[in-house]
């Protein structure tokens, strides 16, 4: 008998080196705190991709560090202060690159997945 499954087994974890350009992404639509960011990735991917507490706020950390994102706490009518996120104008920049950069990577990848399509193309 198989045992059931774990809500998230079938989910991928974040490609490393992604984290950092999607939560520059999501920020780009406006400030949100953590657990909505998580809830952007998740949701906006399909529910196929999911950032981890343990993964997801040390690359906040780092990104507030670099300057690409700055953080401010505020009340919550629900609960506890939240510590929300905004992308600064360093980050707007980044997040150029970034996207620059996964193009470039999804097309590399695209060819060697492909190269029948590839070498048709040249």
């Known amino acids: 008998m198989t045992p059931p ?3 998230y087994q ?6 490393q080196g992604t984290l950092d350009m999607l939560i520059l992404q999501i920020l780009q639509w406006g400030p949100s705190h953590g657990y909505a960011l998580s809830k952007a990735i998740r949701t906006n991917s399909g529910e196929r991709l ?7 706020y040390p690359a906040m950390h780092r990104l ?3 300057g690409w994102i700055d953080a401010e706490w505020k009340d919550s009518e629900l609960g506890p202060r ?17 996207r620059s950069r996964w193009v470039q990577i999804t ?3 695209a060819g060697i997945m492909n190269p029948a399509k590839r070498g048709s193309e040249s």
Do not use: C, F, W
């Open 10 to 15: 079938n989910r991928m974890e974040i490609l």
């Open 82 to 98: 939240l510590r929300v996120y905004r992308l600064t104008k360093s980050g707007r920049k980044q997040l150029v690159s970034e």
């Open 5 to 7: 499954r774990q809500p």
């Open 64 to 66: 507030e560090r670099k």
């Open 50 to 56: 999911k950032a981890d507490t343990g993964s997801l």
């Open 107 to 109: 097309t590399a990848i």
